[in-house]
């Protein structure tokens, strides 16, 4: 079977124009992409790993900001609650354009091994989602893993790109 | 004919019982002179109503009327347990009509722990505890979220666990484990409003679902293709950077990158 | 405040009022922290820089649990205990584990009882290490959190060796433990024990004498032993204040009675004493380690208990025996039913006294299991403890007391 590279700069076959400035603002936000702390969970204390000395973070960019307004990308880690869901909402409108969310762990992709009544099944019911990482608990390398893939799709994105209408609001 | 679903009891339950079996009980002893808990039970016994006493799986067990509590307590705490390791309730609603409130206690110089036990019948309110023992505060108020015992006198009477305008109490037998209508929306009716449930669409609470043509939702590992693409059957690289690198950035490779044997 | 009921435009926490006669300001710390203790609000009322009154909200990683316990058997529910207390997993299996046992009167064999030690005791190391590393970064020592993090990896890569997953381990069952220590694994941890204490003098020789540290840690959040006793204030905060009761001396489970260690007690109360508590109480982890090598290889192969009416035969049988298959077969399509009875079995958790409460009505499915959070006693107790403390000692006080909401919340 012949492998072969998924073309990132197509999309559905239709190439997507990049001018030279759209590639070198995106390399720029590609490489230094703020993380606001969303640490929930369990996924939590790997996604502290994964910015510790051994899965060094800080190698690819990425800092981790306590602030919204500062942020590029909310990873969510962990269980999200339908307590909790409102202001995880509030957090990711207060959050500047650019943005994207990496959801990590399988409590975040949908709702994971909770199935009851006060576990929001899926963050993507409330904010619109990038990478979904599978995992309870995702390896810091898969974490990485998926910091790496988001940073290829804000490359191929233009830099003056407008709020792609997604499923919600 | 429609599955048999029992109104007072929503868990799941076995779906095979065995018609002449009978479970065993854990064995109860009765308190006798040479026990260790001996000088405890006669202590309690003197200041208050007991009605039961045995002791189970090594701790004692004193059932008292629920309108003593505070005074078995106090009791017990003059002996020497001066500890609340826990207090909480079991729903026996469907079978006797109430909760049984138990509240575990610890004493540290003896080295024994009791419980004392209550049957609160549905709908009477407790007294709450918190004067003799303050770790009840929270306890209590956790109790009242779950089950909707009310509890008089208690200092900070608030929903715990659940947020303040939660409906229902999840931790009674009627109530489902996935929740009722009013939770399975919760979030979307206080974020987005009423009017956005058809937009959201209902949870999927089905951990088994899986739609393989859908590639906007799921990815086929190893043949994974862009949101929206065609299924595809040709395997995809699992590569880390665009074809040719980036600029400046490291490139990194399969074919570079070393298997350690040892982690360093 | 005025009662008016909450929509979409005026939600609850914002009829919290901000402008008061008294002057006082209301503060309120979100269940978004940038400090690393999980989803705890806090709502605080202060004159000045001093707290007046702390109210913490929790409930924001309440996952129903408890509910869960109710609609599964008992083998399904031991990965769902992993995730109460997430830091140091397999205590929190070993104390469902026993309970069960408990209610079971059944006894794992001797290696099982090892291997749990083991596990017992790295997991305490792994919870104090990321006490001390979310500690030290809250009140700014930020070197800590990498070299804590660090030696984490190290113990993280043991347990990995052993039962395959980092931080939810489900790595003790009912009746035992089912899977043998791998080749070379003791030789790994006797060469971790070699050089961890080294580590510990490290973290000792940044912070214990550092006068910072100490200015920010000494006479900060004194627990008196009455205070503690009242509130269920169970491990460390406990033993800081001068009470000697630890669980794994007073009524021991596991192999505690053989091993040779000491458990430190502090008698002021305050943040500094429990700071040096939790760094003397590595240093005996370590030496049980030590010692617990020896008893492993001392001990005879066995790790699961003989019980047919309750577990199921080892691998080997279920494999090449009919009736082993169909017993197993029964136990986990249906689940094994336990007497009726109930019965509350606490051990000592890195955090403090971890109970499990089960009630069973003779079905596969407990009819109620609660779970006693040390966690949860020392969240309530914040209601007492931060008034009177300014609001840096705040940051100390959530550091200190060695709070992980999952367990709080379930």
Not at chain 1, 30 to 55: D, F, P, Q
Not at chain 2, 176 to 188: F, K, N, R, S, T
Not at chain 3, 46 to 61: N, R
Request: charged letters at 25%; proline letters at 5%; aromatic letters at 10%.
């Amino acid at each position: 079977m012949a492998q072969h590279q998924v073309e990132y700069l197509n999309s559905g076959g239709l190439p997507i124009a990049l001018t030279s400035v759209d590639k070198l603002v995106q390399w720029g936000r590609s490489n230094s992409v703020w993380a606001l702390s969303y640490g929930l969970a369990c996924c939590a204390i790997e996604m502290m790993a994964a910015g510790g000395s051994r899965y060094d973070f800080d190698r690819f960019g990425t800092i981790f900001r306590a602030s919204p307004r500062h942020s590029d990308v909310m990873i969510i880690a962990g269980t999200l609650t339908k307590k909790h869901a409102e202001f995880t909402r509030r957090l990711y409108d207060q959050m500047a354009e650019p943005k994207w969310v990496i959801s990590m762990g399988s409590c975040a992709n949908t709702g994971g091994m909770f199935n009851t009544y006060s576990t929001v099944q899926g963050v993507d019911r409330i904010i619109p989602v990038d990478i979904y990482l599978p995992g309870c608990a995702p390896r810091p390398e898969t974490l990485q893993y998926a910091l790496m893939l988001l940073q290829k799709k804000i490359r191929r994105q233009g830099a003056n790109r407008k709020q792609a209408l997604k499923r919600l609001v | 004919m429609r599955r048999y679903q029992d109104k007072h009891n929503v868990q799941k339950q076995a779906y095979y019982t065995d018609r002449f079996n009978v479970q065993p009980s854990l064995p109860r002893f009765e308190v006798t002179e040479d026990s260790l808990f001996n000088a405890t039970l006669l202590h309690v016994k003197g200041l208050v109503d007991v009605l039961e006493a045995y002791v189970e799986a090594g701790q004692l067990v004193v059932w008292v009327a629920p309108k003593a509590n505070v005074s078995a307590l106090k009791a017990f705490k003059t002996a020497g347990y001066e500890n609340l390791s826990e207090m909480s309730a079991v729903d026996f609603i469907a079978q006797k009509g109430g909760f049984e409130v138990f509240y575990q206690l610890l004493s540290m110089e003896k080295h024994e722990r009791a419980r004392v036990k209550c049957f609160v019948p549905q709908g009477e309110t407790l007294h709450s505890v918190t004067e003799v023992y303050k770790s009840a505060n929270w306890s209590e108020r956790e109790m009242y979220d779950m089950f909707g015992i009310l509890l008089e006198n208690h200092p900070y009477m608030k929903r715990l666990l659940m947020p303040d305008d939660w409906q229902g109490h999840p931790l009674l037998k009627t109530y489902p484990l996935q929740g009722d209508e009013a939770a399975q929306w919760y979030e979307i009716d206080t974020i987005f409003g009423k009017e956005y449930r058809e937009v959201v669409g209902p949870e999927n609470r089905d951990p088994a679902r899986v739609d393989a043509r859908n590639t906007v939702d799921f990815s086929r590992i190893g043949h994974e293709v862009e949101s929206g693409a065609p299924y595809s059957a040709t395997p995809t690289a699992q590569e880390y950077q665009e074809k040719g690198g980036i600029a400046v950035v490291s490139k990194i490779t399969k074919e570079k990158a070393k298997t350690l044997k040892e982690r360093p | 405040m005025e009662n008016q009921s909450p929509n979409r435009l005026r939600p609850f926490f914002e009829n919290i009022a901000f402008e008061r006669e008294d002057n006082r300001m209301v503060i309120n710390m979100g269940p978004q922290h940038p400090s690393a203790h999980g989803q705890l609000r806090l709502i605080l009322e202060l004159d000045g820089e001093m707290i007046t009154k702390a109210v913490p909200c929790v409930g924001y990683m309440h996952r129903g649990m408890e509910k869960m316990a109710e609609n599964m058997i008992y083998n399904e529910f031991l990965p769902t205990t992993d995730r109460m207390d997430y830091v140091a997993a397999s205590s929190t299996n070993y104390g469902f584990a026993l309970a069960v046992e408990k209610l079971l009167d059944i006894q794992a064999p001797r290696r099982a009882e090892v291997i749990r030690t083991m596990l017992l005791e790295l997991n305490r190391l792994t919870s104090h290490l990321l006490w001390l590393a979310t500690h030290a970064l809250d009140v700014g020592a930020m070197t800590i959190f990498l070299y804590a993090f660090r030696e984490r990896e190290y113990i993280l890569d043991l347990i990995e060796d052993y039962c395959g997953a980092r931080l939810t381990h489900s790595a003790v069952r009912i009746g035992g433990v089912p899977l043998d220590l791998p080749e070379g694994w003791t030789a790994k941890l006797a060469a971790f024990c070699e050089k961890f204490p080294s580590d510990i003098d490290d973290y000792e020789g940044l912070l214990t004498k550092n006068r910072i540290w100490k200015m920010r840690l000494e006479g900060v959040g004194v627990v008196t032993p009455e205070q503690a006793k009242s509130w269920g204030c169970t491990g460390v905060i406990l033993r800081g204040s001068g009470v000697e009761w630890d669980i794994r001396k007073e009524e021991p489970y596991a192999l505690y009675e053989e091993l040779d260690f000491d458990v430190p007690v502090a008698k002021e109360g305050d943040s500094y004493a429990r700071y040096l508590v939790y760094m003397e109480e590595m240093r005996q982890s370590t030496r049980m380690l030590k010692q617990l090598i020896r008893l492993y290889q001392e001990s005879e192969p066995g790790i699961m208990a003989h019980a047919p009416r309750y577990l199921s035969a080892p691998k080997e049988q279920i494999m090449t025996q009919n009736y082993a298959l169909m017993q197993h077969f029964v136990l986990v399509t249906q689940g094994m039913r336990p007497p009726k009875g109930e019965v509350y079995v606490a051990t000592e958790s890195p955090k403090g006294e971890l109970g499990f409460y089960i009630n069973s009505q003779g079905d596969p499915y407990p009819y109620r299991l609660k779970v006693r959070a040390p966690s949860f006693f020392h969240c309530a107790f914040y209601q007492e403890w931060m008034v009177g403390l300014y609001l840096a000692d705040v940051v100390t006080i959530l550091g200190n007391s060695n709070i992980i909401l999952g367990e709080i919340d379930r």
